[in-house]
């Protein structure tokens, strides 16, 4: 990856104190995931039918047209990634490219406009270089959420005219209040049987914010009744398997891993295309297929499936320490807690990140 083509960015924040404030305890296992936002965003206008030149600068609210068409028809987008901070004092990202292309299949889906993948990557390389002082000491991170908006004011149902792209940065920890940073635990996982979050021919492949208010309903009633996570089925009635809320899902189904395809209702995650990869090179076997829910519970019951994680950007490698179902039940999955591939994986896509191992794939893209 070349160096940041600072000619399509403008970087403005002269005169503002953007060092973390005294009082704010960086270190992971204090901070709330999502709570606080650095002071600079990266920010790019499309109108008449071109991306203008972006500028880094402190954030600011957004004046939006109470007609946006982003309040009414939810044109709205995102992505996730993080940076980390590497042994010699350097900063990675994770594989941004997927992160700019998925922003991009995303877009094309909600009919917004494409962004280059330079403005992207650039910009967030820019922004996250402009805040190193931030980024918390492993096993913390700077989580990075790049966000696209269609802000014309027009009640008519159709595509916005006008996107406001920006991208903020926020210094954080564990995912999961409850697993302490840089482990892995295991969380109980409610799934959902009669809710849907993605029909085929929708968006369920699209990281649309419309998708993630559909899942809060049932993910606040998972709460209630002490789960992290909600685990989706299909919405068709096959009762296959598909992913949560915010993370894919993967199974030890004797001596091999099993994930569901990706056929269009579930996102490609980054993290899931990365386990898919890494674990035949640690000598676990791996397959995408149909995984029926009914199936998957009687092994789980039997011992037959023994362990089972949530994998994404925000919770890395979490392992899942029981199912709770609709009817009241729960079949806890193993013993409750991580298993030993799932410790595996966890490392060896930690020590990626961190700097700590090879990086056979090339994946770590410096900063
Ligand atoms: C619905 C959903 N599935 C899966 C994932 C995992 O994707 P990734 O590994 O790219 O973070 C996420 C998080 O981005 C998500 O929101």
Not at 132 to 160: F, H, N, Q
Not at 253 to 262: I, K, W, Y
Request: aromatic letters at 8%.
């Amino acid at each position: 990856m070349g160096a940041i083509t600072e000619s399509n960015i403008d970087i403005d924040f002269a005169g503002v104190n953007v060092a973390p404030p005294a009082d704010l305890d960086l270190r992971p296992d204090r901070l709330e995931f999502g709570r606080v936002t650095a002071p600079l965003w990266f920010r790019a206008w499309y109108r008449k039918g071109e991306w203008e030149r972006g500028k880094i600068e402190p954030w600011s609210t957004i004046n939006l047209h109470p007609a946006a068409i982003v309040l009414h028809y939810a044109q709205e987008i995102f992505e996730g990634l993080k940076a980390y901070k590497m042994p010699d004092g350097s900063v990675a990202l994770f594989r941004p490219e997927m992160n700019a292309k998925r922003m991009n299949h995303t877009a094309a889906r909600m009919a917004m406009p494409e962004l280059p993948e330079h403005l992207f990557i650039d910009g967030i390389r820019a922004l996250v270089d402009c805040q190193r002082k931030w980024i918390p000491d492993p096993p913390g991170s700077l989580y990075i959420r790049p966000t696209m908006i269609g802000t014309e004011p027009c009640i008519g149902v159709r595509a916005s005219s006008e996107y406001l792209f920006y991208v903020i940065v926020l210094p954080s920890g564990s995912y999961f209040p409850q697993v302490p940073s840089g482990k892995t635990g295991t969380v109980r996982v409610f799934v959902s049987e009669t809710v849907g979050r993605a029909a085929r021919g929708g968006t369920g492949d699209a990281k649309a914010g419309a998708n993630y208010s559909v899942t809060l309903q049932v993910i606040g009633m998972a709460k209630k009744k002490g789960c992290a996570q909600v685990m989706f089925l299909d919405s068709h009635g096959e009762r296959t398997v598909e992913e949560m809320g915010g993370m894919n899902v993967f199974f030890l189904r004797g001596d091999t891993l099993v994930t569901p395809p990706l056929t269009g209702t579930l996102l490609a995650g980054i993290t899931r295309d990365s386990i898919l990869k890494l674990a035949p090179t640690l000598g676990i076997k791996v397959r995408e297929e149909q995984i029926n829910w009914d199936e998957l519970l009687a092994g789980v019951k039997s011992g037959a499936v023994s362990e089972a994680f949530a994998c994404g950007t925000a919770a890395v490698i979490t392992g899942i320490e029981s199912f709770v179902l609709e009817n009241g039940g729960e079949a806890k999955v193993g013993d409750g807690q991580c298993g030993p591939v799932t410790h595996k994986l966890f490392d060896a896509l930690r020590n990626i990140q961190y700097g700590l191992a090879k990086d056979p794939f090339g994946w770590v893209v410096p900063v």
